[in-house]
């Protein structure tokens, strides 16, 4: 608007005087022009001139027209190549544009791609492991082993994650600048070609009014145009390349630290890199299992939810009835009755019987079955309860039979541990086999145990294994998984006959070894620190020599055990007001002798060979029912346990502790057992949280409701506890610790 207002002022208007203007009328003419004010001419009157005067006027006004036209199409012209330098640039601007998002959209079909050839192949794996799993109707593989492989896959491929994505920061801050100079190249570029053009632009104005050639001009003006397009070209093309040069050589940088990091690394670690690849891809293919079993533990805690609703509705429904019998008249009589036989019953479960109690004093004096000094109390040992749960016979005839075998029984009670050991072969030192001593074969995979003959999958629950084999139900579970949830590494190696090897890398260098045979029955254990030191947990090589295919109990070869020792030095209860060193308790031989070395195994299912060690009743952790949570508070109440077990372990780090779980008699045996187990897992994994005690020296197993405290059928919380005892004369050669 502006442009044509300027020559509607400086040429049509004096064009129009001229046409119109009266005879007599005074002819004006441009005076002057005004170099600060660009095409605005002054006129003045031209009455004085002559006609030739007039005509040179005509035609210096003419010129000036043609001139002014001219300078129009030269501002349309450089109006045009500058939208023209931005077009271009915009559609530069765009292609990268477009190269980045083709660039990202390529990486994000090859991500997809590589995640759809995992999920194939873990949709392959996981149809492969329900039909083994199916065949064979147990594994002794570890959840928690692999929940421990797949927290480390995560934590690896974050790493990996944010690696790239700070690669992709760098390389976009990278091309972010590179944009930003060239921009302000261009930048650069067009302010000084347009403070050039309106220089030239003046300079030939000046020219032109001095001189009519100016075409010659404007083909001077249009070849530096195109001069300085062919520079600005030339320019952006030397600034690629130097980019693309930069970028090589970054590229051949990068290359080479990582050659130099490849010669470092030896052939190990190059193996090792590969395991932790297939580690990561079985971590993957095992994320879809522990959402099902999170699903499954969603599905049990519902279970749970809706039997506490029932427990409230009973509640409900027996607050009911005494308003109904409130309303009655009859209330207060009723809950009066009700509190008395609560009372009652509650006196009669507490009350310590003088006769038990005179027995528990000093069960020397008799043979039959001792039992624990209050109303209501069941038997005393462990295999005694066994006894009395079988049903081929009444209870008083098994008791009666049991007491006469006593009587024959020789008893003597140890003085240490190596006084217990004193039979095996007059042995003074016993020469141990280090667990890393024979030369394994990597797997690519956790093992599958052989099946022991007679042994029958009832229920598997997650990582746990119900089996019934013989008279009796127990619940199998690998404690591989409690083991390595804080493991650097894990992997397992093949050896001969069978045998498997299990190596677990902590992050302080420490490595746990475990030699398990065919059936997946713990054969060695040792923990080896950084310095090369092996401590020595489970020994016994000579099982494995003579491995059966069928379970044995060992205790049914020995006779019923005879109590020489007062309950109280044989059992302790957390919650007595009595003050006891745990410490000296805990060190203290067994109560008969031990004839051999036994296995993990064979002392987890034998009652009669773990009565032959001390035992403390945590009776302070106290379960809700169907429950298997610690609070926080309740864990501190474990201190002096633990101290104590933190000193035994100061003196003798091979030393270990069986964590055993019972309930009450409420819900299914099946239940109960699985219930069980993961109460004694999870004050082992309290005891290692908050108070720092290796998991190697612990072994937990369930009993669910088979060893009760108090013999009744209902709910009662002194049923629902965890045992700790100490088991390292059971399980190794004490020679071998001296």
Not at 29 to 56: N, W
Not at 515 to 523: P, Q, T, W
Not at 629 to 634: G, L, T
Not at 715 to 737: D, F, G, H, S, Y
């Amino acid at each position: 608007m502006g442009k044509r207002t300027t020559l509607l002022a400086t040429v049509a208007l004096p064009l129009v005087s001229l046409v119109w203007q009266p005879v007599n009328a005074a002819v004006m003419r441009p005076a002057f022009v005004s170099e600060g004010v660009p095409h605005v001419i002054t006129v003045q009157s031209e009455g004085d001139l002559s006609e030739e005067e007039l005509r040179r006027q005509r035609r210096e006004r003419k010129q000036a027209r043609e001139q002014q036209q001219g300078d129009e199409g030269q501002q349309q012209d450089r109006q045009k190549a500058r939208e023209e330098r931005r077009q271009k640039q915009s559609e530069a601007e765009g292609e990268q544009q477009q190269q980045g998002d083709r660039q990202k959209a390529r990486e994000e079909r090859r991500q997809k791609q590589r995640e759809a050839e995992g999920e194939q192949q873990q949709q392959g794996d996981r149809q492969k492991a329900r039909e083994e799993r199916r065949q064979k109707q147990r594994e002794a593989e570890a959840e928690q082993q692999q929940q421990g492989d797949q927290q480390k896959a995560r934590e690896e491929r974050r790493q990996k994650q944010r690696e790239a994505e700070a690669e992709q920061q760098q390389q976009g801050d990278k091309q972010k600048a590179r944009e930003e100079r060239r921009q302000k190249q261009r930048e650069a570029e067009a302010e000084q070609q347009q403070q050039g053009d309106q220089q030239k632009a003046r300079e030939e104005r000046r020219k032109k009014q001095r001189e009519a050639e100016g075409e010659q001009q404007q083909g001077d003006q249009q070849k530096a145009r195109e001069e300085r397009r062919k520079k600005q070209r030339e320019a952006e093309a030397e600034q690629q390349q130097q980019g693309d040069q930069q970028k090589a050589r970054e590229e051949r940088r990068k290359k080479q630290r990582e050659a130099e990091a490849d010669q470092q690394q030896q052939g190990d670690q190059q193996k090792a890199r590969e395991e932790r690849r297939k580690k990561q891809r079985e971590a993957e293919a095992e994320q879809q299992q522990q959402g099902d079993q999170q699903k499954a533990r969603e599905e049990r805690r519902k279970k749970q939810r809706e039997a506490e609703g029932e427990e409230q509705q009973q509640e409900e429904r027996l607050k009911a009835r005494e308003e109904r019998r409130k309303k009655q008249g009859d209330a207060e009589v009723d809950q009066q009755q009700q509190e008395a036989r609560e009372k009652v019953r509650e006196e009669r479960r507490r009350k310590r019987d003088e006769g038990r109690e005179r027995i528990a004093r000093d069960p020397s004096k008799t043979t039959e079955t001792i039992e624990l000094p209050f109303i209501d109390g069941a038997a005393v040992l462990d295999s005694d309860k066994e006894s009395d749960n079988r049903r081929d016979s009444s209870r008083e005839e098994r008791r009666r039979k049991r007491a006469e075998e006593r009587r024959n029984a020789d008893v003597r009670v140890p003085e240490s541990d190596r006084d217990a050991q004193i039979g095996w072969k007059d042995r003074d030192r016993v020469e141990y086999e280090p667990a890393e001593r024979e030369r394994g074969e990597r797997r690519d995979r956790r093992p599958r145990y052989a099946d022991r003959d007679g042994w029958r999958v009832e229920r598997e629950v997650e990582d746990r294994f119900v089996i019934n084999f013989g008279d009796r139900v127990i619940v199998r579970s690998d404690d591989g998984g409690r083991l390595s949830r804080r493991a650097a590494e894990t992997y397992f190696e093949d050896l001969p006959n069978g045998r498997v090897r299990e190596v677990i890398i902590r992050p302080n260098g420490d490595r746990v070894v475990t030699i398990r045979n065919r059936y997946g029955e713990v054969i060695q254990r040792s923990r080896i620190n950084s310095a090369g030191r092996e401590y020595v947990m489970f020994y016994a090589p000579e099982i494995d020599r003579d491995s059966r295919p069928t379970f044995v109990d060992p205790g049914e070869r020995l006779p019923p055990m005879r109590l020489t020792i007062p309950v109280d030095d044989y059992i302790i209860d957390t919650s007595a007001e009595d003050r006891h060193d745990y410490r000296e308790f805990l060190d203290r031989p067994p109560v008969e002798p031990v004839e051999r070395v036994y296995t993990l195994d064979e002392v987890k299912y034998s009652a009669r060979i773990r009565d032959k060690v001390r035992r403390i009743d945590l009776d302070t952790i106290t379960f809700a029912t169907g429950s298997s949570e610690i609070s926080m508070n309740q864990a501190s109440s474990l201190r002096k346990v633990a101290d104590a077990i933190n000193e035994i372990l100061d003196k003798d780090p091979g030393e270990t502790f069986l964590i055993e779980g019972h309930t009450d008699a409420v819900g299914s045996d099946e239940s109960n057992l699985v219930l069980s187990d993961e109460r004694a897992e999870a004050v082992a994994n309290v005891l290692t949280d908050v108070y720092d005690i290796a998991p190697e020296n612990l072994a937990t197993q369930g009993y669910g409701e088979r060893y009760l405290k108090i013999e009744t059928e209902s709910a009662e919380q002194l049923n629902r506890r965890v045992t700790i005892r100490r088991v390292t004369p059971l399980v190794k050669p004490v020679a071998m610790a001296e």
